[in-house]
């Protein structure tokens, strides 16, 4: 019996890039993943290959920065899955029509970004908490951002939704920690996701620009969906016990050069 084992998580946007990284891995150490996406499709095909090799899996679909989808996708995953433990926000959008200032942006589009990047965890931590403190505890890990640190140019409602995600990240981790509930946040450098390579098409080349993303990453490379799904893994795991209203850069070093990054990109 693994740690995981008669455990169950669900993943936010789980279908694919970073979210299925995370699925994938939390499956492999033997959880039953609930895969929430606003993509029904790609969320039922992950699904079923995970069923296929023996593991068991959900999904669920429903937009976070809905109230009405956030619930119901948390009452289903408990109801199938027999309670909930781990909860991940890991749901995120970056339009790439929305590179712009602040006095370029429109109103519904700073709207649209802010609901689904940061009131969309608040909500799926509303709902997942009650759930959590009936098996005693459990973890909430918000997936944030570099950006939530240090910005690049043109993304004011991208970069404000990760502080915010940050700050989020600290104010549940004080509330709920005498309940046993731990809460962490993630901080991706580039990762190699349908979203990165959305912006890479706005720049220019794709593969070229990830390759230059990769390389002012003290690593050289972009990170993988795989690297975060790892490490999400371990922070809800007994190994990080005694962590609680953290983050942690999982970046290939890029934090580490801190005002020297200039001119570079990460998403």
Same mark, same amino acid.
Not at 16 to 45: H, P
Not at 100 to 115: G, K, L
Not at 199 to 204: Q, S
């Given at each position: 019996?693994?740690?995981?084992?008669?455990?169950?998580?669900?993943?936010?946007?789980?279908?694919?890039?970073? @979210? =299925? %990284?995370?699925?994938?891995?939390? !499956?492999?150490?033997?959880?039953?993943? $609930?895969?929430?996406? *606003?993509? &029904?499709? /790609?969320?039922?095909?992950?699904?079923?290959?995970?069923?296929?090799?023996?593991?068991?899996?959900?999904?669920?679909?429903?937009?976070?920065?809905?109230?009405?989808?956030?619930?119901?996708?948390?009452?289903?995953?408990?109801?199938?899955?027999?309670?909930?433990?781990?909860?991940?926000?890991?749901?995120?959008?970056?339009?790439?029509?929305?590179?712009?200032?602040?006095?370029?942006?429109?109103?519904?589009?700073?709207?649209?970004?802010?609901?689904?990047?940061?009131?969309?965890?608040?909500?799926?931590?509303?709902?997942?908490?009650?759930?959590?403190?009936?098996? @005693? =505890? %459990?973890?909430?890990?918000?997936? !944030?951002?570099?950006?939530?640190?240090? $910005?690049?140019?043109? *993304?004011? &409602?991208? /970069?404000?939704?990760?502080?915010?995600?940050?700050?989020?990240?600290?104010?549940?981790?004080?509330?709920?920690?005498?309940?046993?509930?731990?809460?962490?946040?993630?901080?991706?450098?580039?990762?190699?996701?349908?979203?990165?390579?959305?912006?890479?098409?706005?720049?220019?080349?794709?593969?070229?620009?990830?390759?230059?993303?990769?390389?002012?990453?003290?690593?050289?490379?972009?990170?993988?969906?795989?690297?975060?799904?790892?490490?999400?893994?371990?922070?809800?795991?007994?190994?990080?016990?005694?962590?609680?209203?953290?983050?942690?850069?999982?970046?290939? @070093?890029?934090?580490?050069?801190?005002?020297? !990054?200039?001119?570079?990109?990460?998403?």
């Amino acid at each position: 019996m693994g740690e995981f084992d008669g455990r169950a998580a669900l993943v936010t946007g789980g279908a694919m890039g970073i @979210g =299925g %990284g995370i699925v994938e891995a939390f !499956a492999a150490a033997g959880a039953a993943v $609930s895969v929430a996406d *606003v993509d &029904a499709a /790609a969320a039922a095909a992950l699904v079923e290959r995970l069923t296929a090799e023996g593991r068991r899996a959900i999904a669920v679909a429903g937009d976070v920065s809905s109230a009405a989808d956030a619930q119901r996708m948390v009452q289903e995953t408990a109801a199938a899955l027999g309670g909930l433990d781990v909860l991940v926000n890991n749901a995120g959008i970056q339009p790439t029509a929305s590179y712009m200032t602040a006095e370029a942006m429109d109103e519904a589009t700073w709207d649209r970004i802010i609901d689904v990047n940061l009131k969309g965890q608040f909500l799926m931590a509303k709902y997942a908490i009650p759930q959590l403190r009936a098996r @005693g =505890g %459990g973890v909430i890990i918000n997936v !944030a951002s570099v950006q939530g640190l240090q $910005s690049q140019p043109l *993304v004011p &409602a991208y /970069a404000a939704s990760k502080g915010g995600s940050l700050s989020l990240t600290r104010n549940l981790a004080l509330d709920y920690a005498a309940e046993n509930i731990r809460v962490l946040a993630i901080n991706p450098g580039t990762i190699d996701t349908p979203l990165a390579r959305g912006a890479a098409r706005a720049f220019g080349d794709e593969d070229e620009l990830l390759q230059t993303w990769g390389a002012a990453h003290p690593l050289g490379r972009v990170g993988m969906p795989a690297d975060i799904g790892a490490v999400a893994v371990f922070l809800a795991s007994g190994g990080a016990s005694f962590m609680t209203g953290e983050w942690v850069n999982v970046d290939g @070093g890029y934090m580490a050069l801190g005002a020297w !990054a200039v001119g570079t990109q990460a998403d």
